[in-house]
Each structure stands twice: as structure tokens, then as C-alpha cells.
């Protein structure tokens, strides 16, 4: 996630991914002219991708309200091709593409101390000839 600015109670992001899918599609046919049921499967592996933002509203130090929209790109599917002799006619179904538009409303609790905690500051002094070090040590 990538957080545009950060302050006590409202903090808006983004966020993005990618990775692969599997998408398979069943279809059970049954002819009754024939009398006959065909089960067909295809598999389709490849790319997914998403991306989405959102914004975390904090409301103690630990419990936080998330609300969020996303994109999700899951590929491709496709259903068939299945044959003549199989009492169902030669036919091919393809989707170009399987996505899902989210909107996400999410409740997190997080356990244990919670309480900010200040960042050091790095170096001491530069005008100083000793060896810098950490001044929260």
C-alpha cells in the first residue's frame, strides 16, 4: 500500500498487485433427444491484476475503519468447445475478460500496545568531532 500522507486519525491510500489465475468453467449437458449428459471442464491459466484505493480511519489506537474500491482482473475463461457427437451442438463460449468491481468496508483490531512510538533521531551533532551514533541509545 502506498499511503499519500499520514496524520493522527485519517490516512487515504493506494494500493496495487499481481499475480497469476486459474479460472475453470464446468458445464453439464444434457441432451434428451439422445438421452445422454456430457460433463465438460476447461482450464485457463493467466495473469491477474489489481488495483484500488481506500481510506483507514482510526478510532482508538487499536481499532481501526477501513473503506476501500477496487479492481480485480482475473483473465480469461472460456467454455468448450464441445462436440457434435456428444448431443450437444459444436459450440465454443469465450469471456475476454473476468474482473470484479469491489467495495470493501473492513474492521481491524489490533492487539497489544498500539501506542505511536517517536523515531530517533539519527545523528548527533555534525559540528561535533566524536563518531555520530544514535541519540535515542
Do not use: C
Not at 498487485?17 to 445422454?36: C, E, I, P, R
Amino acid at each position: 500500500n502506498f499511503h499519500f500522507f499520514q496524520n493522527e486519525y485519517f490516512v487515504p491510500f493506494l494500493t496495487a498487485g499481481v499475480g497469476t489465475s486459474k479460472n475453470t468453467v464446468y458445464l453439464n449437458a444434457h441432451s434428451v433427444a439422445s438421452s445422454t449428459t456430457t460433463h465438460v471442464s476447461k482450464t485457463i491459466k493467466g495473469l491477474a491484476w489489481q488495483a484500488g484505493l481506500g481510506l483507514n480511519l482510526t478510532l482508538t489506537n487499536n481499532i481501526v475503519l477501513g473503506l476501500m474500491g477496487r479492481y480485480v482482473s482475473l483473465g480469461k475463461a472460456q467454455w468448450g468447445p464441445w462436440s457434435a457427437a456428444s448431443g450437444v451442438a459444436k459450440r465454443k463460449i469465450k469471456a475476454d475478460s473476468v474482473y470484479s468491481t469491489e467495495g470493501i468496508l473492513e474492521f481491524a483490531y489490533f492487539f497489544g500496545d498500539q501506542t505511536p512510538k517517536r523515531a530517533p533521531r539519527l545523528l548527533e551533532d555534525s559540528s561535533s568531532n566524536r563518531v555520530p551514533r544514535l541519540l535515542n541509545d
